[in-house]
């Protein structure tokens, strides 16, 4: 063990670096999409929305733009001091030993990797919250009749499919799911399916970040790309090798798909219209 202060005071304020440059790619890709891209949706529907709706939309984007802009500036400024104070460190430290340098690089490589495994693979698991349930579906050994009975039985579902990367799916979870789960709060017979998929890293990591940073609450499931589309087919009835997103769709009470092309969150009328035309499910 290398017993040196400024060692590893250099090696922690290296290894940070990269959290933080993660961190700020994500943030500069959220403020495409947040910002710039928001205004430019705003803009070309704008006969979509009402005043009110002009309003409030308008009023989260410049909130964003303040949020994003500040935290770019603060962690750019970060990195920057950790780099300058670690290269003074290993400066220091390269004066207490003249000798050999294998050890503490390969040492250092190491807490670097060990901090970025943490970043993506610990830390998304234990920020979510209470009311974010991920279950987990097996195709390969249930059928989907068998996990409703099993997670929802007796229950009206909005089955939600969406992509991490996908605008629209986005735009509905920012703006307009809330509105759902508030109509939809005291009613115990009504619940959400959010399903998910990808197969990469980023993949999933990014699945658990926008979960978080747009606060959808439900039920969660991730499946890699050919569960998803194999999934989506056989709920929508469609036959092809890719899934449309956003896709929703109802399941009545008894695990029937009881609406393949369901209403998004943003056309209420018609989409509480369809949830409640089940019993189950009228307020």
């Keep these: 063990m290398i017993r ?12 940070i670096i990269p959290l933080l440059l993660i961190d700020i790619a994500q943030h500069t890709v959220d403020w495409t999409k947040d910002v710039h891209n928001e205004i430019l949706s705003l803009v070309y ?9 002009k309003a409030t939309m308008l009023g989260d984007i410049f909130d964003q733009n303040r949020s994003l802009g500040l935290q770019l500036i603060l962690k750019s400024v970060f990195a920057v001091v950790l780099l300058g104070a670690s290269i003074c460190f290993f400066r220091r430290y390269s004066k207490e030993r003249r000798d050999y340098w294998l050890k503490p690089s390969l040492l250092s490589m190491v807490l670097v990797v060990l901090f970025l495994m943490v970043k993506v693979f610990v830390i998304p698991r234990i920020n979510f919250d209470p009311d974010v349930n ?15 009975a099993k997670s929802f039985k007796g229950k ?4 939600d499919f969406w992509g991490v990367y996908c ?3 986005l735009e509905e979870f920012k703006h307009f799911t809330p509105q759902l789960k508030k109509r939809y709060a005291a009613n ?15 993949h999933k990591y990014m699945w658990r970040e926008q979960i978080k940073k747009y606060n959808v609450k439900g039920n969660h499931i ?7 589309v194999k999934l989506y087919n056989e709920l929508t009835g469609n036959k092809t090798d890719y899934a449309l997103m ?4 109802i399941i009545d009470g008894e695990g029937n798909v009881k609406v393949r092309n369901a209403a998004r969150p943003s056309e209420k009328v018609k989409l509480y219209s369809q949830i409640e035309s089940n019993k189950l499910a009228q307020r």
């Design 4 to 15: 040196s202060r400024n060692f590893w005071l250099g090696t922690i304020s290296l290894a």
């Design 45 to 53: 529907h704008q006969e979509v929305f009402n005043a009110a709706e």
């Design 134 to 148: 991920v279950i987990t579906y097996q195709p390969q050994k249930e059928t989907f009749r068998d996990f409703y």
């Design 156 to 159: 009206v579902v909005y089955v």
């Design 167 to 169: 605008g629209p799916c």
């Design 188 to 202: 115990k017979k009504v619940d959400f399916l959010y399903i998910c998929g990808g197969n990469e890293v980023r």
């Design 222 to 228: 991730f499946l890699d790309d050919e569960q998803y």
């Design 246 to 249: 956003p896709w929703y769709l």
